[in-house]
């Protein structure tokens, strides 16, 4: 009896997360997806660990889930891999974002995010804003990976965020032009001046996410979001763990 007891309050106080009902870890439905979740470490436009984010796994609805595992399985056949940089995002880290946008002091960053928008018109020119889709659970950031580039890290940029060439890149993606969440209007996905082989790849990237139940947004090649959304009008601030 007294083991029993013992264990029961062993169960008890383990730390354990649930997740809201409807919610997955995309590495259940989807392992083979790279995750670098961006805003749980200090390698994005604020240069710190967005409040929010405890660890750096991918949350989504399941219905999101379910429709990325399928988009891996046709981008594996053309031999590449979905990589993701944010996925389910609560409202604490959208209201973080906006108040690092209000703080103008704070400027380390600009050279290498928004070299070419001034952080005073962040907020006024879209690429901040008081609400997120991402905090209803299923939109997705994200891009591809070469099957050949899979032993390539990823690295803290050194030069702006955009460019012709793949000087500009941090990590092992395909070449589209920018970063990821690269403030900029060049991340607009039918900005003009992109080489063939940029454009070549977001568009490649984009026919994939649209036949695969996903819609696009206009200003950020890496932006989707699931067209049946499961929870349209509810936004979740659950953390990240």
């Known amino acids: 009896m007294r083991r029993f007891k013992g264990l029961l309050l062993f169960l008890v106080n383990f730390p354990c997360f649930a997740l809201p009902s409807d919610f997955v870890y995309l590495q259940d439905a989807a392992p083979d997806i790279i995750e670098e979740l961006r805003y749980a470490n200090s390698n994005n436009f604020t240069g710190k660990v967005v409040p929010g984010y405890l660890s ?6 399941r219905q999101a889930a379910n429709h990325l595992a399928k988009i891996e399985a046709q981008a594996k056949r053309l031999g590449y891999t979905l990589k993701v940089y944010d996925c389910y995002r609560p409202t604490k880290a959208v209201k973080a974002f906006y108040n690092w946008s209000q703080n103008i002091k704070e400027d380390s960053e600009k050279p290498y ?3 070419r928008v001034e952080k005073s018109e962040l907020f006024e020119k879209g690429y901040i804003a008081l609400s997120s ?18 032993n ?10 955009f460019g012709s060439s793949r000087n500009y890149q941090d990590d092992n993606s395909i070449n589209t032009g920018t970063r990821f969440d690269c403030l900029d209007p060049s991340a607009h996905v039918f900005y003009k001046e992109l080489s063939a082989e940029q454009k070549k790849n977001r568009l490649l990237l984009r026919t994939l996410m649209i036949r695969g139940g996903f819609k696009p947004y206009a200003k ?7 067209k049946n959304e499961p929870f349209p009008k509810t936004y979740f601030n659950f953390s990240v763990k």
Request: net charge positive.
């Open 152 to 161: 390539k890290g990823s690295s803290r940029p050194g030069t702006a965020c």
């Open 56 to 61: 750096g796994r991918c949350i989504l609805t």
């Open 113 to 115: 995010y928004y070299p």
């Open 220 to 226: 950020e090649w890496w932006h989707f979001t699931l």
């Open 133 to 150: 889709g991402h905090s209803r659970g299923s939109t997705v950031d994200l891009t591809l990976v070469s099957l050949s580039s899979l």
